[in-house]
């Protein structure tokens, strides 16, 4: 089984015991039955799995019941497994198809024998379905397609490789020549490739491009068979043309998504339940414009301008009407205007934790990436070529007082150096921008005695 980081927030999640269950989110395929499974083996006596998709009468476990007590004898009469207090994991998988177990959790919790797991791909398209959301007793994380990280974990790149360049990148050392012209050449692969499970799986098992690609466009075709079971009906052909129309959009010379391109009198309230379906879903990822890179940044973004990323790289490769992979892997990266390139940047920013925002305007010029980090202001700009010293939207954001931005880094196929307030990075380091975890504040305690009134 692959190595994922996910593990590590499961067992966060079971030392903590907080008493709540751990829902996993993400789009399909991206492992979260997979990880969740093995999890359970690992980490307790048994685990008792219900897939509601797979088990289409399982939702009657819930039926006429509202007491734990009930519920876990009907579960243990389904599955005919006996539930061991305190050493049992339950896994409700596509719990989505269940509304009603989401709605039963709070009760299943509190009673305590058990600790639950709920995974979901649709969970954020069927939300109106839940009769009523377990607040408090459910934690949501999301999962994602494999990250760089994780993809050099498959191939068994050594730990201490791994440590060498998370130190050159903290230290702004460059990467040994051997080291780097390797990882730069994994960098491409993952581009190709991309994160799927299954997808990075069978390159290691085979080596085999083209059985990548043909298990690429199974999971697309899996994409689209959601689009017509899960969405509303009104809905369905405007989401289609919304995801069919990423490639060709992200190829145009200026990628901002432009609904003209799918019908000449588009208008964005007709199409923005299509974008929300797709980004719910997992399926897509949107990148706003703002109006300032300045914090903070979630008030000064544009909702109707906007960029959109698909989920996974090799996802998009798969879509492209041109077979872009040979090219690729061959170091032509500036094909299709670098926007692959800038999909893999979307996706490991997402995957990071970073919402997505980018900054055009005709006086600066456009900037790729905009990033938020606690109180700091980052540019990132992505070089697909050789003159990825020339970047003069950048230089120009840099130079305006107003906005106080402290450092640009531009992603390129260089190694590590820097120049002024500009940190040049090679590409296969994006795993490592990571946002920082946001820290308790510490107690106040305020004294109102002053406030009395006079005895």
Not at 87 to 103: M, S
Not at 377 to 392: Q, V
Request: with cysteine.
């Amino acid at each position: 089984m692959l190595k994922r980081k996910m593990m590590a927030v499961l067992e966060a999640w079971k030392e903590r015991n907080e008493g709540v269950a751990l829902c996993i989110m993400g789009a399909r395929q991206t492992g979260k039955t997979t990880i969740a499974k093995e999890f359970g083996r690992t980490h307790y006596q048994q685990t008792i799995e219900v897939n509601f998709l797979l088990q289409e009468d399982a939702g009657k476990i819930f039926e006429h019941v509202d007491r734990a007590e009930d519920i876990l004898r009907n579960l243990s009469a389904y599955t005919r497994q006996r539930i061991i207090p305190g050493h049992t994991l339950v896994l409700f998988d596509e719990v989505e198809a269940c509304p009603a177990a989401r709605t039963h959790i709070k009760t299943l919790v509190l009673d305590g024998r058990c600790d639950y797991i709920e995974t979901g791909s649709m969970l954020g398209v069927r939300f109106r379905e839940v009769r009523s959301y377990p607040v408090g007793f459910e934690q949501i994380v999301r999962m994602y397609p494999l990250d760089f990280e994780e993809f050099l974990w498959a191939h068994q790149i050594p730990e201490a490789t791994i440590s060498y360049i998370q130190q050159a990148f903290r230290n702004e050392t460059e990467v040994s020549a051997s080291i780097h012209d390797t990882l730069i050449k994994l960098f491409r692969t993952y581009m190709v490739v991309g994160g799927m499970p299954k997808v990075v799986q069978a390159f290691i098992d085979s080596g085999d491009i083209s059985e990548v690609t043909h298990i690429q466009h199974d999971l697309l075709a899996l994409y689209r068979q959601d689009i017509a079971q899960y969405a509303p009906n009104t809905d369905k052909p405007k989401i289609r043309d919304v995801l069919d129309q990423i490639p060709s959009q992200l190829n145009a010379k200026n990628n901002r998504f432009k609904l003209s391109h799918i019908a000449k009198n588009a208008r964005s309230i007709h199409f923005e339940s299509s974008f929300l379906w797709l980004s719910e879903a997992g399926v897509a990822l949107p990148c706003y414009n703002c109006t300032a890179p300045v914090i903070p940044l979630d008030l000064n973004l544009k909702r109707n301008l906007f960029k959109l990323y698909f989920c996974d790289t090799g996802l998009l490769c798969a879509m492209s009407l041109d077979e872009i992979q040979f090219d690729v892997l061959q170091g032509n990266v500036q094909i299709n205007h670098g926007s692959l390139l800038e999909n893999v940047f979307a996706q490991s920013l997402t995957s990071n934790r970073f919402p997505l925002y980018y900054f055009d305007s005709k006086k600066i010029g456009e900037l790729d990436f905009v990033i938020q980090n606690r109180q700091k202001i980052t540019t990132l700009e992505i070089k697909s070529g050789n003159d990825f010293t020339k970047h003069p939207s950048l230089d120009r954001a840099l130079a305006n007082p107003e906005w106080k931005i402290e450092e640009g880094i531009v992603f390129c196929k260089g190694n590590v150096r820097r120049q002024g307030n500009v940190l040049y990075l090679p590409f296969y380091m994006v795993f490592l921008l990571e946002h920082a975890h946001t820290e308790k504040p510490a107690l106040l305690k305020t004294n109102f005695s002053d406030l009395l009134p006079p005895k």
